[in-house]
């Protein structure tokens, strides 16, 4: 069965301007590899979503916040000053330089691609949805930071639960950086499993994501933190999965998965140090696909993360082809450095999978 991959030209709006990581070719650069290397036909169906209305909006962020960035994005897309204060919305590394994009535009249709995903799976269109562009899980309802203004993983587990009636939604983050928005939206529900994948925080922005980070009141033991070594690579990984999220998915047994997160756990990326290689993003999608069988296959991946661009587009299009199971070889973009061929950091690996099994122990069975 084909997948559904939600993707629209106006997403390149989604541009901090010249001399900042995050610039809007991305969403240039990834769909012309996509067509060069994989052909629609049986394989998958490119659909347009519509951006986010004001409405969608509030499932998730404060009416000021909305406001004040509609406002600031569309002034500085304009060239304009705006007299509000940016520091109470926004973080530094959010200011845009130069000419921006229509960043609050493309934002909205962040959210509205979201909102699709959701309505497709449900309606049993589509078991499986790939977003292009999105995963801002760094925003929270009222404060933007990490380049992220909208979080449109938050908004659909949100409209699940809210919208379709979904009672337990699982969302897996392997983006490199600790998801701290979309942490803070379910740190007390324990209607959502929330498994982050990410560098280790003492070591890469935000600084949150310890394993003794693990929800409060209802939401105590739903919030799981694995703070990966600098350089954990393939093999710390499918440890990870085989030990942390394989177990704690057949125990919870979530109605559908969300996972998000791009390329930047790869050892090139410019911002991040972790040491996965090309096959290992395919080893991620393939063990989102397996997890999913607990939830008849039902899956939204939303991927937009990576800040090196010769990379960035094997490792999404290898996240794909193993959600969807696509045989396509993907080659490794660059050669694999001598401290990368072994993965150094299993054995640390392993010291963090029984921290956090300590800490959970508690809250799972299959960890008790």
């Known amino acids: 069965m084909a997948i559904a991959i939600l993707y629209r030209e106006e997403l390149k709006e989604y541009d901090f301007g010249p001399g900042h990581p995050f610039r809007g070719d991305r969403y240039e650069i990834f769909p012309t590899f996509l067509k060069e290397n994989l052909a629609q036909d049986d394989n998958y169906r490119i659909l347009e979503a519509d951006q986010a209305t004001d409405e ?4 998730i962020c404060n009416r000021d916040y909305i406001d004040f960035t509609r406002d600031y994005f569309k002034a500085a897309n304009l060239g304009l000053r705006h007299p509000g204060n940016f520091s109470q919305y926004y973080s530094g590394d959010n200011i845009p330089r130069g000419k921006p994009g229509k960043l609050e ?5 962040m959210i509205g691609q979201a909102k699709m995903a ?4 449900q309606s049993g269109k589509y078991k499986k949805v790939v977003c292009i562009g999105g995963n801002m899980h760094h925003a ?3 404060y933007g930071e990490g380049f ?9 587990a949100k409209y699940l639960m809210e919208r379709h009636g979904i009672k337990r939604v699982l969302i897996l983050d392997t983006d490199a950086h600790q998801g701290n928005g979309t942490c803070e939206y379910f740190y007390s529900d324990s209607r959502v499993l929330f498994i982050d994948l990410h560098q280790d925080p003492s070591t890469l922005y935000p600084g949150t994501g310890f394993a003794e980070e693990v929800g409060k009141e209802p939401g105590k033991g739903y919030t799981v933190n694995v703070p990966m070594p600098v350089y954990a690579g393939y093999d710390s990984y499918r440890l990870v999965f085989e030990e942390i999220v394989q177990p704690l998915s057949q125990e919870f047994k979530p109605q559908i998965i969300i996972r998000n997160g791009g390329s930047d756990p790869h050892f090139a990326d410019e911002l991040t140090n972790l040491g996965l290689p090309v096959k290992g993003f395919r080893m991620i999608g393939e063990e989102a696909r397996e997890i999913a069988e607990v939830c008849q296959g039902k899956e939204i991946d939303i991927i937009g993360s990576g800040y090196n661009k010769e990379v960035l587009p094997y490792a999404w299009l290898a996240l794909i082809a193993g959600l969807a199971d696509f045989k396509i070889e993907l080659e490794e973009p660059f050669p694999i450095p001598q401290r990368f061929r072994r993965d150094l950091s299993f054995e640390a690996t392993k010291g963090v999978i029984e921290q956090v099994k300590r800490c959970l122990k508690d809250y799972w069975k299959c960890f008790g």
């Not at 969608?56 to 499932?59: A, E, F, G, S, V």
């Not at 959701?118 to 799976?121: A, E, G, M, Q, S």
């Open 56 to 59: 969608d909006l509030l499932l």
């Open 105 to 109: 535009e493309a934002a909205r249709l």
């Open 118 to 121: 959701v309505d497709l799976t």
């Open 140 to 142: 929270r309802p009222g």
């Open 148 to 156: 992220c203004i909208y979080n449109d993983n938050a908004f659909a």
